[in-house]
């Protein structure tokens, strides 16, 4: 592979704690921003010749500083590895957040990265100002479900330049032309097809539901309102099951950041890390609650459990919030394990004493 151009971030490589070479860049002044990689088609360098990439990237360095990194086994990161684990993933995130000397920053993780930022905050929110997702959920299979997704999987094994080369041009809405080319080169020289199954094999069982309500750093969801790889409805379903979430539709229909739109993403990402939507999202949670709400409950816990109270069953809750019954099924155990109740009836007993 070509070395990196003399524009390119000064490559610097640091060691994980179990003894892994993480390739890592940093580029511009500001507030903090990890991007975390989106492995097994992490490829900072390839990705940062395609136009587009390159310009949204420094769109970003001139409001923030923006680490990035090869995740274990793709890219310039060490490819001999054996554990491609979502655990194992969390380590390369926390030796580049210190190799980089980085105290509070905020997080970018994109479809099944999501996974990854959502358990990294929750293990430490005291270094995570704020976290944007991108096309993922706290179940990394509800994001590579869908059957085109599935079926273009299907290729890694089969034809794995017919895998690149459909993903590029998937993500580009088959209209990448220069741009899909270098994106599919990207694609292709990220990893090896083996490592790229064993990747994708234990990223699919990942499932951070039971500590979404420990992320407690603002987040900002984002959706690409005219994509159809990923339903709305995952999207607004981890926005409810976070304590400090909002949703955010990006116009466009291209399921990639940056690929549709890119001034418009670039903005909604440098001014949520800048302060601006963070202070708003934490004003509109204490605007919200005057006091400390009883029991540690977030707010749509508290709203749930006034539902139960008032006799609603699960569908009926689903169906005011807008919401799915296993969304409001995850809250009420939530609300239960938080209030030491027993069921409904310690619940709603508790709630008349406590809410209003």
Do not use: C
């Amino acid at each position: 592979m070509p070395a990196p151009s003399g524009d390119f971030p000064r490559l610097q490589t640091v060691r994980t704690s179990d003894d892994v070479t993480i390739a890592w860049t940093t580029s511009g002044t500001g507030p903090a921003l990890v991007i975390v990689p989106t492995v097994p088609l992490s490829n900072m360098v390839a990705e940062l010749r395609i136009p587009f990439v390159a310009e949204a990237s420094r769109q970003l360095a001139r409001r923030l500083r923006v680490i990035r990194y090869d995740g274990r086994g793709t890219g310039r990161s060490q490819r001999d590895v054996s554990d491609l684990s979502p655990a194992a993933m969390l380590l390369d995130l926390e030796a580049v957040a210190d190799a980089a000397g980085l105290d509070r920053f905020a997080i970018l993780g994109t479809y099944h990265a999501s996974t990854i930022a959502l358990e990294w905050a929750a293990r430490h929110s005291g270094r995570v100002r704020g976290l944007i997702l991108f096309g993922g959920s706290a179940r990394t299979w509800d994001a590579m479900s869908d059957a085109r997704t599935q079926a273009l999987l299907s290729l890694i094994d089969r034809d794995w330049d017919l895998f690149a080369e459909s993903a590029a041009h998937a993500w580009l809405g088959w209209t990448g032309g220069e741009d899909g080319r270098l994106l599919a080169e990207s694609f292709r020289m990220a990893t090896t097809p083996a490592v790229a199954r064993a990747t994708l094999e234990a990223a699919q069982s990942s499932d951070v539901t039971a500590v979404l309500d420990q992320v407690t750093a603002p987040t900002l969801v984002l959706h690409r309102e005219g994509s159809t790889q990923m339903s709305d409805e995952v999207s607004s379903e981890l926005v409810a099951a976070l304590p400090n979430a909002r949703l955010v539709r990006l116009p466009g229909t291209t399921p990639g950041l940056f690929f549709d739109h890119p001034r418009d993403d670039v903005d909604a990402i440098a001014t949520f890390v800048e302060g601006a939507s963070i202070d708003t999202l934490h004003a509109r949670e204490q605007a919200g609650s005057a006091a400390p709400r009883p029991g540690g409950l977030t707010p749509r816990e508290a709203e749930v459990l006034r539902l139960i109270a008032a006799g609603e069953s699960n569908a009926e809750i689903a169906h005011r919030l807008g919401i799915s019954v296993n969304t409001v099924e995850r809250h009420a155990v939530n609300v239960y394990r938080k209030l030491d109740a027993r069921g409904r009836a310690d619940a709603t007993a508790w709630a008349v004493r406590h809410l209003d």
